[in-house]
């Protein structure tokens, strides 16, 4: 086996020439170009160990000493690393026969001045330095320090790899940029470090750092090393820890084998990582820490996404399968990320370049998927995806078991008497254009679209009593990133749009049943009237609400490296619209008329500057500031921000983190007569009220040493600035109405989150827990005093154990976390009663098996969910239904899936 292949395979790929632009080396010789030293790449394979210590027979007359070595190297398994032209300046005549290779540089040593090394099998050769005579003793000079870069990128499809890890033995490392640059200085000429990403093999190479121009190096994913060296290997990791103590990576590649709903959801496997949770219902989303999801800055390629949801929250908008990257920050990020106050979650979209185009489809019980990636040229790429679901033609027991588990009953009542008819309709799409000029620039345009048609029919009491719920919900955004790395600075300019549209109308009352043959007019105005045409809808109470939202966030920022100093700066801003209209009715009985309108926009300018710094070996320090202009209220928001790292020990991580955060847009609690809470958008005013301004602290400590990981992280968050909309009851004339008052009010969030994962040959381990405790307090509410979070989760586990063999995964997984709270309905806001829900447990398993040929592959599998068939009440809702003599309350509860098996089918061609 040739060597040079042999190394692409066990360690992915290093390339580099002099300049700016890379070539691969060919044969088993290093040759550079003048002034400059060797790079010297670390060639291990078990293979080659035998030749270690070869016999050399050689002899030249008045020949170049490298050609000399290249001769040698080319008749004799051995290699060696030189400066081709110092070398090829030599001339030198030898003769020798079965000596070894040590003796032969021995007896070129005694001709020429030499100096030797064996380095990993690789024989290192230098011209000595001439000595000059000094009259006077001359100080010692301080040592040269070499700088080493490069750009690490996939193997398979050129793209840059964000957040490597590059780790050097006895020193802290660093981690690549957005293009997957990485740079640093070291007074060593040879460096010897690794890098690893997840869903790679990790590359362990020693490099040449004198005088070295950039390198080229190339991670390969597993699967394509399983299909390269034919043997099973396989990335058993689900999740990676960045070298920025904030953020930790998934692995998005992997997510087909975790027991979930749909193979391809992505926001539901976030909530491996502690202290991150998905709320579903239709006001649901991504909570990290007890905060809300409005306070959360999510961005798919630059855009901001909105709304995450789609299936009344039990499946999310992202696509897993086009989704390339991700990392999440739960809280303590830097002075480069703002305008939310919980937590970052950064997705990157995959592109296609590849040297052939590649497309994938799938399906299973709710909807198709279809994924493609053409390369049009070397420089340019488009990959999209579109995923639609068929439930609306094909109304499966999934379908049926997923949006009937939800049962109504009377207040005073524990009997169900409702019967569910649902109908929805989902889709969303992808679509990314990618233009690589070089590798040391990159310019991408992206697109991202959904909508959703949702109802639920209710009939009660056999059809005496119904409640009708419809929304509708329409998102779109766009983004253009351009990054461009000219030696060590690196400049970015990004510009990302979305817009959200949701509609929603909540209608229920009393029917009589109709005597004549021909339907007659009816005051219903719900999607289910041509369902149910034999029935009139006598008496009603409507409920109507629109939400519109739009941002607009646009920023450059720049970043240089310089000895133990990284500078980045940047300046932007945010721009936001928004508009809600609520408004209720009813014929009869005694519910009051509700309404509530509110528009609002505002432009907020931002500016950061930070550095980090490495005094010490061991030490690593941050410390940096962003400044918000905010238009409406004129003033400037400062917001500092830093961090510590100690490292004790090479496998050994102690870190502290803090800053000042605020938030201008977000999303604020409607509490309603009955005690249900959902959340509106809302921009603060002139006087600042709704600014939301919290302080994070974050300390925490991390070993991983082999297979182990241990990550442990306590933290505090206090929020200031938070408003309540709290409704009230009041009369005008004989009607009444409903007043909502702006309340302010605060948050604290405290918790201990710890993650703890165990990779084996065929089996990885992965532990997530949460020990946290969230609560609120609001003026004229509960006296002032603290209540607890509706997010308040105290107490949430998962165990999740993935077994691979081959082309098999097998995984299963336990959740538990303790109910939530809510308020109780009727109870007034001078002494609320709360209540918790009931604990949720559910176990699943999964079996996946992929089939992999020359051109194509087949990965299918089947989940089974809940199965010890455990009743999980997750949402809880109490609803007025509308007679002609009166209204009753009906107490709606939502519960997780009972015992169900889903399937899924996907076929990949390359």
């Given at each position: 086996m040739d060597t040079n292949t042999d190394h692409t395979n066990r360690l992915g790929e290093a390339r580099r020439e002099p300049g700016n632009q890379p070539r691969p080396a060919t044969g088993k010789m290093y040759r550079f170009g003048a002034k400059h030293l060797l790079l010297i790449v670390l060639l291990w394979a078990p293979g080659l160990l035998p030749a270690q210590n070869p016999v050399v027979s050689y002899s030249a007359t008045n020949k170049k000493l490298s050609e000399i070595l290249e001769e040698i190297s080319r008749e004799h398994p051995v290699k060696f690393a030189f400066d081709a032209q110092a070398f090829a300046a030599i001339r030198t005549t030898i003769s020798v026969r079965q000596v070894s290779v040590r003796e032969l540089l021995e007896q070129l040593k005694k001709q020429h001045p030499l100096e030797f090394r064996l380095m990993a099998g690789t024989?290192?050769?230098?011209?000595?330095?001439?000595?000059?005579?000094?009259?006077?003793?001359?100080?010692?000079p301080p040592p040269v320090k070499n700088s080493l870069s490069g750009f690490v990128s996939d193997a398979a499809t050129g793209e840059p790899l964000k957040y490597c890890n590059i780790v050097f033995p006895n020193q802290h490392g660093t981690s690549t940029n957005d293009l997957g640059y990485f740079y640093l200085e070291t007074p060593a000429d040879s460096v010897r470090f690794y890098i690893s990403h997840l869903g790679y093999q990790r590359l362990d190479t020693t490099v040449s750092s004198k005088n070295a121009p950039p390198l080229l190096l190339k991670l390969k994913p597993f699967v394509i090393l399983m299909e390269e060296i034919k043997v099973p290997m396989q990335e058993k990791n689900l999740l990676e820890l960045s070298e920025h103590p904030d953020k930790t990576g998934f692995n998005p590649a992997k997510s087909a084998a975790i027991p979930r709903l749909s193979e391809n959801d992505l926001v539901n496997l976030l909530t491996l990582i502690p202290g991150v949770s998905f709320l579903g219902g239709q006001t649901g989303g991504l909570s990290i820490r007890g905060g809300n999801p409005s306070e959360n800055l999510i961005l798919l390629d630059g855009i901001p996404v909105l709304e995450t949801g789609h299936l009344f929250g039990n499946l999310s908008v992202l696509n897993a399968d086009f989704i390339r990257q991700v990392f999440v920050s739960r809280g303590g990020f830097d002075a480069s990320q703002g305008e939310r106050i919980s937590g970052t979650v950064e997705l990157n979209g995959k592109t296609g370049f590849r040297d052939h185009a590649q497309m994938n489809v799938s399906a299973n019980l709710l909807h198709g998927n279809a994924l493609a990636s053409v390369p049009v040229s070397e420089k340019f790429s488009v990959t999209g995806a579109w995923r639609r679901s068929y439930i609306d033609q094909w109304q499966n027991y999934l379908f049926r078991k997923l949006l009937t588990d939800t049962h109504l009953t009377e207040a005073s009542s524990t009997q169900t008497t409702a019967d569910v008819f649902p109908t929805v309709k989902y889709q969303d799409m992808n679509l990314k254009l990618s233009y690589h000029p070089g590798q040391n620039q990159e310019l991408n345009i992206s697109f991202f679209g959904g909508n959703d048609e949702q109802t639920l029919d209710y009939q009660l009491n056999n059809n005496q009593y119904y409640r009708n719920e419809a929304v509708t919900g329409d998102h779109i955004g766009f983004s253009g990133n351009w990054s461009l790395q000219s030696g060590r600075w690196y400049h970015a300019l990004t510009t990302g749009y979305s817009e959200l549209h949701q509609n929603a109308q909540f209608q229920s009352g009393e029917q009589v049943e109709e005597s004549s043959p021909k339907p007659k007019p009816n005051p219903g105005k719900g999607k289910a009237i041509g369902r149910y045409k034999k029935y009139i809808r006598t008496q009603y109470e409507l409920d109507n609400g629109s939400n519109r939202i739009e941002e607009l966030r646009a920023g450059w920022k720049t970043e240089f490296k310089k000895g133990i100093f990284s500078h980045q700066a940047g300046?932007?801003?945010?721009?936001?619209?928004?508009?809600?209209?609520?408004?209720?009715?009813?014929?009869?009985?005694?519910?009051?008329?509700?309404?509530?309108?509110?528009?609002?926009?505002?432009w907020v300018w931002h500016a950061f500057a930070q550095q980090t710094l490495e005094p010490f070996p061991n030490w690593k320090l941050r410390y940096g500031v962003r400044a918000n202009l905010d238009r409406l209220t004129n003033r400037i928001y400062w917001q500092p921000r830093g961090g510590i790292e100690f490292f004790p020990l090479q496998t050994v991580k102690l870190y502290y983190l803090t800053g000042l955060y605020n938030q201008f847009l977000s999303k604020i609690p409607k509490i309603d007569i009955n005690g249900n809470t959902e959340l509106v958008w809302y921009l603060p005013n002139r006087e600042g009220s709704g600014l939301l301004k919290a302080t994070h602290h974050v300390g925490g400590f991390r070993i991983e040493k082999g297979g182990f990981l241990l990550n442990t992280e306590l933290y505090h968050k206090y929020t200031s600035g938070k408003q309540y909309l709290l409704a009230g009851i009041y009369k005008k004339g004989n009607v009444s109405r409903i007043q909502y008052s702006s309340l302010p009010g605060e948050e604290l969030n405290l918790g201990m989150d710890v993650f703890l994962q165990l990779r084996q040959k065929h089996w990885n381990h992965v532990a997530a827990y949460s020990l946290a405790r969230s609560q609120e307090k609001m003026e004229e509410f509960n006296q002032g005093e603290w209540f607890p979070s509706f997010n308040d989760h105290r107490h949430q586990l998962r165990l999740t154990e993935v077994f691979t063999y081959r082309g098999w995964t097998a995984a299963a997984s336990w959740t538990y976390r303790s109910g939530q709270p809510r308020l109780v309905s009727g109870s007034s806001s001078e002494a609320p009663a709360f209540e918790r829900l009931s604990d949720f447990s559910q176990i699943d398993l999964s079996v996946l098996r992929k089939f992999r040929f020359s051109h194509w592959a087949v990965n299918g599998g089947v989940t089974l969910l809940n199965l010890t068939n455990r009743l999980n009440v997750v949402e809880v809702d109490y609803l007025n239904i509308a007679t002609d003599l009166n209204t009753f309350s009906v107490r709606s509860n939502v519960s997780a899936l009972s015992f169900t098996p889903v399937f899924f089918l996907s076929v990949q061609v390359f």
């Open positions: 024989w290192i050769l230098q011209l000595k330095k001439q000595e000059t005579v000094a009259s006077l003793p001359q100080p010692t300046v932007g801003f945010t721009a936001n619209t928004f508009g809600y209209h609520f408004y209720a009715e009813r014929t009869a009985g005694n519910l009051p008329v509700d309404s509530l309108n509110n528009a609002a926009n505002n």
